[in-house]
C-alpha cells in the first residue's frame, strides 16, 4: 500500500495538491502536472525548439528553465570556450527512434532507471545533416514512471547548450504527443557503479579511478564556473558514464538547478536526490548550493577508496533487524589513522597495487569534501588540481609493506564482519543491495 503522500518543505517551496500527486515505490514525491501546466511547458519548449537552427553567436547564450518549466536566456561565461551557444540538437521523429532501436527490442536494452528504459541504436550518416554513423543510447521516457516533461526537458536544455569532454553528449529529442525520448552519444564501458559494485568485469585498477575521479570533478567544475552555477544535484557513482578509454562523462541531467545568484548563498528547492549522497545541510533543511555538489564527490571518492557503496544495508538473524549504515559515517576513523588504518578500508580487489600517497591524499581530500559545513569544503576547481598533482605514483602498497604480496583479489569478508561487528555485534549476518533509492 502506498505511503500517504506529504509535501516535502511545502513552506519554503510550491507543491500541487494532494490529489494531484502520486509516491514512488522508492518514497520520490511527484506531481502530475495539471493539463494547462504541460501545455504551457510545451509551448516553451517549442519556443526553445525554435533555437535549433539559428545562427551561433559570439557570446555564448544559455538557455535555462525556470522551476516551472519557463525558458530564460542568459549571457553565459567562463568555461574556457567549452559552450555551445544556442541548442545544437536534432530533432528525431518517434518511428526513426523504433527503427534505430529495433523497435526497442529488449535485446538492444541497457538498462532501465527512474526516468524509464534506455536502448542501444545505430544511427546512419544520412539521417541527419552533420550527424556522423554511430552508435547512440535512446533514452525513452516512463509514462507511468515518476520523472516527467520538466526532468526531460532538463536535460534538452543543459545537454542541449554545454559542450564539454567530461559531460555525456545529447545528439537530438524526440517530443511526439505524450512521446518523450533523448538520444545521446552511445559510452562503451557503462557506469562507474557497474565497475565498482556489479562484479561484472575486471575490478578498476588504481590509475583508471583516479582517471575517472578527475574526469568528473572537471564535469562539475565546469558547471559551477558558469556566471550562473548550475548545481547538479544527483551526482552518484550511477550518473558517471565511461567511454572506451575510461573518459569519464556526467550524464542525467533531470534534477540540475541554476545556483544562486547576486548575493544569494542558496537557492530553496525541494529535497530530491539519492539516499547517502546528499549533502546533510539540503536534506536538513533544502537550501543548495554548489557545496552540495562537493559533498557528493567527496562520498564517491569514498567508494573509489573502498568499493562499498555510499549506503549499506547491514541485515542481523531476522528478517526485520536491518540497519543502513552510510559510508560516510563508518571511515572517518580509517581515513585519519594513518596508512595501516587506511589499508583496512582500501577496496580488496585492489589487492594492493594502489599508490600509499595517493591514497592518504583521495582519504584526505573526500574528509575535506564531506565536511558538515559547506564553508569547509573545497571549490572543485581546487579539487581537481589536488588530484592532478597524484597522477604517476608508482609506491605501491604490495610492494612498501602495507599489504602481503600473497593477499587475494577478493577479499570483502573480513570488511563485511567488521561493519557488522560495529553495527550490530559480531556474529551477526549481511546481505548488500543497491542504495539507489530516491529521497522522499
Not at 26 to 32: N, P, S
Not at 132 to 143: G, I, M, S, Y
Not at 296 to 305: A, H, M, Q, T
Not at 374 to 396: C, F, I, N, S, T
Request: net charge positive; charged share 20%; aromatic share 6%.
Amino acid at each position: 500500500m502506498p505511503k500517504p503522500w506529504r509535501p516535502v518543505l511545502a513552506s519554503a517551496t510550491k507543491c500541487c495538491a494532494g490529489e494531484d500527486a502520486a509516491v514512488a515505490p522508492d518514497g520520490l514525491a511527484r506531481c502530475r502536472p495539471q493539463q494547462s501546466e504541460l501545455s504551457r511547458r510545451l509551448a516553451s519548449f517549442r519556443r526553445l525548439s525554435s533555437l535549433a537552427n539559428s545562427p551561433a553567436s559570439s557570446a555564448a547564450t544559455t538557455t535555462m528553465a525556470d522551476k516551472d518549466g519557463s525558458v530564460k536566456q542568459q549571457q553565459q561565461g567562463g568555461g574556457g570556450g567549452e559552450m555551445a551557444g544556442p541548442l545544437q540538437l536534432h530533432s528525431f521523429g518517434l518511428g526513426e527512434l523504433r527503427g534505430v532501436t529495433h523497435d526497442f527490442s529488449s535485446s538492444f536494452l541497457l538498462g532501465e532507471g527512474g526516468f524509464g528504459a534506455v536502448y542501444k541504436g545505430f544511427v546512419d550518416a544520412g539521417m541527419r545533416p552533420g550527424l556522423d554513423a554511430q552508435p547512440v543510447a535512446v533514452k525513452q521516457l516512463n509514462a507511468a514512471g515518476f520523472q516527467g516533461h520538466r526532468e526531460w526537458l532538463a536535460e534538452v536544455i543543459f545537454l542541449g547548450q554545454f559542450r564539454h569532454p567530461h559531460l555525456v553528449r545529447l545528439l537530438g529529442y524526440c517530443c511526439e504527443d505524450e512521446e518523450r525520448l533523448l538520444v545521446y552519444e552511445f559510452m562503451p564501458r557503462g557506469s562507474l557503479e557497474n565497475h565498482l559494485f556489479r562484479r561484472i568485469s575486471a575490478t578498476l585498477p588504481w590509475g583508471t579511478r583516479l582517471k575517472v575521479a578527475i574526469g568528473a570533478a572537471k564535469g562539475l567544475a565546469f558547471l559551477h564556473a558558469a556566471n550562473t552555477p548550475v548545481i547538479y544535484r544527483d551526482f552518484k557513482a550511477s550518473n558517471i558514464l565511461l567511454d572506451s578509454d575510461f573518459t569519464a562523462k556526467l550524464s542525467d541531467f533531470g534534477l540540475a538547478k541554476m545556483g544562486p545568484e547576486g548575493e544569494d548563498t542558496h537557492v530553496t528547492t525541494r529535497v530530491m536526490g539519492t539516499h547517502g549522497y546528499a549533502a546533510p545541510e539540503y536534506v536538513q533543511t533544502g537550501h543548495l548550493n554548489v557545496k552540495s555538489d562537493v559533498y557528493s564527490f567527496g562520498v564517491v571518492l569514498l567508494e573509489l577508496l573502498t568499493g562499498r557503496r555510499a549506503l549499506e544495508h547491514v541485515r542481523g538473524r531476522t528478517a526485520h533487524a536491518e540497519q543502513q549504515v552510510k559510508l560516510v559515517d563508518w571511515t572517518p576513523p580509517y581515513l585519519s589513522g594513518g596508512s595501516r588504518r587506511l589499508r583496512c578500508i582500501m577496496d580488496p580487489r585492489l589487492a594492493g597495487h594502489y599508490s600509499v600517497k595517493g591514497a592518504r591524499a583521495v582519504a584526505q581530500l573526500a574528509v575535506q569534501c564531506t565536511a558538515q559545513q559547506p564553508r569547509d569544503r573545497p571549490r572543485m576547481v581546487a579539487v581537481v588540481e589536488a588530484l592532478e598533482k597524484l597522477q604517476g605514483l608508482k609506491d605501491m602498497a604490495v610492494t612498501v609493506g602495507l599489504w602481503p604480496a600473497t593477499a587475494p583479489v577478493a577479499g570483502r569478508n573480513a570488511i563485511s564482519a567488521k561493519i557488522r561487528a560495529e553495527v550490530k555485534g559480531a556474529g551477526a549476518g549481511s546481505r548488500r543491495r543497491s542504495a539507489s533509492s530516491k529521497m522522499p
